[in-house]
């Protein structure tokens, strides 16, 4: 018989009304003869709520009992699920991250998924009921509730299928798929008909949080494909799936800006080897994800290393900076916290070039400084002021024309040239 996942975000649950029409989804595939599983977020901003409430009472909350108050949102969610579903008439039951042994490692407030013992969801499927799972929340070995990062629910929806060998994984939205660009920012953003695991895990992780990084991870590594689609229609959505050769015809395949990030600043360093090694290493000691990193050195031989991350994590960043003075005596330390990360992704950098240079020119033509430049084969980001993010996006999805070009993935052209990014 075969499996359906099907995940419903915040907005797609954010009251009674919604609750029933997804449960009512849900219910249409199982009256097709499908075994049903969900994976629910909380209701609406509950969780920006409860994040809000734990500022009211702490400085800086505790990490454990963070994730303790922030799992309470789903559970809420998946009880009224299943009261819902056995209200229509069908047999439903839910479950919390420690009752079906979602386990994780101890990283409270983002959490990696160690196993899934999927045999009691299974059972229940087995029995006939529609089994409501909690996203976003784990377990550890020792019983803590812990959570997988804000969006996480998609880290359960595809850690589901996979661990049920799910024929479709569905995750239902407030939009009707995935688009060029942030559709709430740039307006003539396009959905995609379907799109590849690196370049949705390149999106994901430049900004576009229809989806966690980790569960477009997920989903190549366990080939999963996701469908993403609007929970308030029946059109079809945005497949993700394996790149065809065809893919690499289009050259940018979308935009995506990342907001709310931060700079340290690090002066007066040593110039000799071993020194970077070492501040990265504390900084990855204390679960930091950093995410572009810059050397410079003086003529006076002082180097000067400036990182990025998350303004989430300025203040444990700087805590753990602050160590760093007992290895280098003269150290500065110095942040800024108004930065912006405007990005565009395609597979078909690899084989077409040009593409930094029209990048730029966009920037440039609107005076818009970049203040750091990072590539990858797929990817170029430019780091500038965060007020002109919103502008700086619509201004590259122009210059691709991906409101307007072709979008078809027509006959290959070009020769790729292995290994290496053209640009
Ligand atoms: P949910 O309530 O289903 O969890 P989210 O708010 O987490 O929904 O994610 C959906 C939102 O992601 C959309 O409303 C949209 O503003 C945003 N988004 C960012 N980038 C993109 C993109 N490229 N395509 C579609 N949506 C995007
Ligand atoms: N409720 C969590 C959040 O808002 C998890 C999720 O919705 O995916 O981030
Ligand atoms: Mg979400």
């Given at each position: 018989m075969s499996i359906v996942v099907m995940k419903f975000g915040g907005s797609s649950v954010a009251d009674a009304d919604k609750i029933r029409a997804a449960a009512r989804r849900a219910i249409a595939a199982h009256e097709k003869g499908q075994q049903v599983a969900m994976v629910v977020s909380a209701m609406g901003d509950t969780t920006d709520d409860l994040e809000k409430l734990a500022y009211q009472v702490a400085a800086n909350p505790d990490k454990r009992e963070w994730d303790q108050l922030m799992v309470t949102g789903e559970q809420v969610t998946i009880s009224l699920m299943a009261m819902a579903l056995r209200d229509l008439g069908v047999p439903a039951i839910s479950f919390t991250a420690d009752q079906i042994g979602m386990v994780t490692d101890g990283v409270h407030t983002k959490a990696r998924l160690l196993r899934i013992n999927a045999r009691r969801i299974r059972r229940e499927l087995d029995e006939g009921k529609i089994v409501i799972i909690a996203g976003f929340q784990g377990v550890t070995a020792n019983g803590d509730m812990t959570t997988l990062g804000r969006g996480g629910s998609n880290v359960t929806l595809v850690a589901i299928a996979a661990a049920l060998k799910a024929q479709q994984c569905e995750n239902y939205t407030d939009v009707d798929g995935v688009y060029t660009a942030d559709p709430r920012i740039v307006p003539t953003a396009r959905k995609l008909a379907s799109i590849s695991y690196d370049e949705m895990l390149e999106l994901a992780s430049l900004g576009?949080?229809?989806?966690h990084n980790r569960a477009v991870e997920f989903a190549k590594k366990y080939r999963v494909p996701i469908h993403v689609r609007n929970s308030q229609n029946e059109n079809q959505g945005t497949l993700i799936v394996a790149e065809t050769?065809?893919?690499?015809?289009?050259?940018?395949r979308g935009a995506a800006l990342k907001d709310k990030l931060a700079r340290i600043t690090l002066r007066?360093?040593?110039?000799?080897?071993g020194v970077v090694a070492r501040i990265f290493h504390v900084i990855a000691e204390a679960d930091i994800v950093v995410d572009d990193i810059l050397q410079t050195v003086n003529p006076a031989g002082r180097a000067t290393v400036s990182f990025t991350i998350d303004l989430r994590e300025l203040n444990d960043a700087l805590t753990v900076c602050e160590r760093l003075k007992n290895d280098f005596t003269d150290l500065e330390i110095s942040h800024v916290t108004d930065l912006a990360k405007v990005s565009v992704v395609g597979v078909g950098m690899r084989v077409h070039t040009g593409v930094a240079e029209r990048m730029f020119k966009a920037l440039a033509d609107a005076k818009i400084n970049i203040e750091n430049i990072t590539t990858s084969e797929i990817k170029i980001s430019c780091i500038i002021d965060r007020e002109q993010g919103p502008e700086a996006l619509r201004l590259v999805h122009d210059a691709f024309d991906l409101g307007t070009g072709p979008l078809k993935e027509t006959r290959k052209r070009g020769k790729k040239r292995a290994g290496r990014a053209s640009k």
């Open positions: 576009a949080n229809v989806l050769a065809a893919m690499e015809n289009i050259v940018v007066h360093l040593p110039d000799r080897p």
